[in-house]
T-cell receptor, first 112, second 113 residues
Framework: GENVEQHPSTLSVQEGDSAVIKCTYSDSASNYFPWYKQELGKRPQLIIDIRSNVGEKKDQRIAVTLNKTAKHFSLHITETQPEDSAVYFCAARSWGNEKLTFGTGTRLTIIP | NAGVTQTPKFQVLKTGQSMTLQCAQDMNHEYMSWYRQDPGMGLRLIHYSVGAGITDQGEVPNGYNVSRSTTEDFPLRLLSAAPSQTSVYFC????????????FGSGTRLTVV
């Protein structure tokens, strides 16, 4: 089955700097890659996703890139703000497979 | 729309007790799943369903049962609670097809003593 690895497990950045979280996946048939943000005590919420026919997608300060050849995808957050502090999860899903496999999460802390 | 509704929010069980975690969605989603979240281990899939009457096992199914008699409801049953089942449980739903993400419920924090 699919295996998703996520790095780093913790990340601290100064407010205003950029943050990058990286994930690799094992199943070459995977074609959908969402990112979730989970604030303390809350549910995971979808913040951005990318499909395999696209190499990059942006939504304001958040962007995701996908390298299908290397089987990795990354989340980029620019101009970080205190409200970006949370745990971020990447995930992967493959065609014909209903299961969504998650990485182990990155705890992002924005230092004021 | 209420989205995905989970009950209860908190529960304490004694070892060996059984209980059912409830999950309901009002978005007419075909896919529903149960995940457990433990520190440092991310979200692990317990059971999932692609439609009423159809269920399948995920990564960590032992000790849990599910059923999907309607599109809206997907209850998770703990047969004989063990301390290893202490966790936060999330129910999630998605439209059909594999190119969509899941919407999560607010979670149930379960402690087994």
């Amino acid at each position: 089955g699919e295996n998703v690895e996520q790095h780093p497990s913790t990340l601290s950045v100064q407010e205003g700097d950029s943050a990058v979280i990286k994930c690799t996946y094992s199943d070459s048939a995977s074609n959908y890659f969402p990112w979730y943000k989970q604030e303390l005590g809350k549910r995971p919420q979808l913040i951005i996703d990318i499909r395999s026919n696209v190499g990059e997608k942006k939504d304001q300060r958040i962007a995701v890139t996908l390298n299908k050849t290397a089987k990795h995808f990354s989340l980029h957050i620019t101009e970080t703000q205190p409200e970006d502090s949370a745990v971020y999860f990447c995930a992967a899903r493959s065609w014909g497979n209903e299961k969504l496999t998650f990485g182990t999460g990155t705890r992002l802390t924005i230092i004021p | 729309n209420a989205g995905v509704t989970q009950t209860p929010k908190f529960q304490v069980l004694k070892t060996g007790q059984s209980m059912t975690l409830q999950c309901a969605q009002d978005m007419n989603h075909e896919y529903m799943s149960w995940y457990r979240q433990d520190p440092g281990m991310g979200l692990r899939l317990i059971h999932y369903s692609v439609g009423a009457g159809i269920t399948d096992q995920g990564e960590v199914p032992n000790g849990y049962n599910v059923s999907r008699s309607t599109t809206e409801d997907f209850p998770l049953r703990l047969l004989s609670a063990a301390p290893s089942q202490t966790s936060v449980y999330f129910c999630a739903s998605s439209v059909g097809g594999t190119m969509y993400g899941y919407t999560f419920g607010s979670g149930t924090r379960l402690t087994v003593v």
